[in-house]
């Protein structure tokens, strides 16, 4: 990958949506494999009642609240990694997580990651993706935007190799939030890319009532 289609720090300090509905084609390489882009959520920092951010910076969150263009990188579930990019100016805490992708370069390194799962399913969803790409907490705070170091420390995020039609990309509720009313429709900020197998099964979130 050259070093040209890398993208800068001035494509990510921009505001969560609009990074989020960008990054559908693009490319990511970590680990000897390369994915495009298929499918991100946008997080809206203090501001959004979904993100991590909302009350406020923690040891856990405190990349968020830095500048534009590294990695956030969270355990969840108590099974699975999902790895998010910063967006915004410093402060704001916004970032896009990473839902789905499709494997276009080291299918090989990913088959062998992921024996006995279908090829459409090894980044389907987040957890499988980081699991794919080889990332972890490992990677939380590691700056995107800076000059490459050479594999396996390095993760690159490129331009598209083609232009994603923007009359195939849609927006909607995110997976397994929920927002006022209880549906998530107040925070359309899930995009995807219509007709790709990779793209995660939408799950609507679910209301906790106080008992």
Do not use: K, Q
């Not at 990677?139 to 390095?154: E, K, M, Q, Y």
């Amino acid at each position: 990958m050259s070093e040209p289609d890398r993208l800068g720090r001035e494509f990510f300090a921009r505001p969560a949506t609009v990074v989020a509905r960008e990054l559908l084609g693009c490319r990511l390489t970590s680990a000897g494999v390369t994915v495009r882009i298929t499918e991100t959520e946008a997080y809206a920092g203090e501001r959004d009642p979904g993100s991590h951010a909302f009350r406020g910076p923690t040891r856990r969150t405190a990349v968020m609240f830095g500048p534009a263009g590294f990695l956030y990188v969270y355990f969840t579930y108590g099974n699975h990694w999902c790895a998010n990019l910063v967006t915004g100016h410093a402060g704001a805490a916004e970032a896009v997580l990473l839902r789905g992708a499709e494997v276009v370069v080291g299918h090989d390194v990913a088959a062998a990651r992921r024996p006995g799962v279908r090829e459409r399913d090894w980044c389907r969803g987040p957890g499988r993706m980081t699991r794919t790409l080889d990332l972890d907490g490992r990677h939380t705070g590691l700056d995107v935007c800076r000059p490459p170091l050479g594999p396996p420390a390095d993760v690159v995020v490129a331009t598209p190799e083609a232009a994603v039609d923007p009359a195939v990309v849609r927006s909607g509720p995110r997976v397994g939030v929920s927002g006022p009313g209880g549906d998530g429709t107040a925070y359309p900020w899930r995009f995807w890319i219509e007709g790709e197998p990779t793209v995660s099964a939408y799950r609507p979130g679910v209301v906790r009532r106080r008992r």
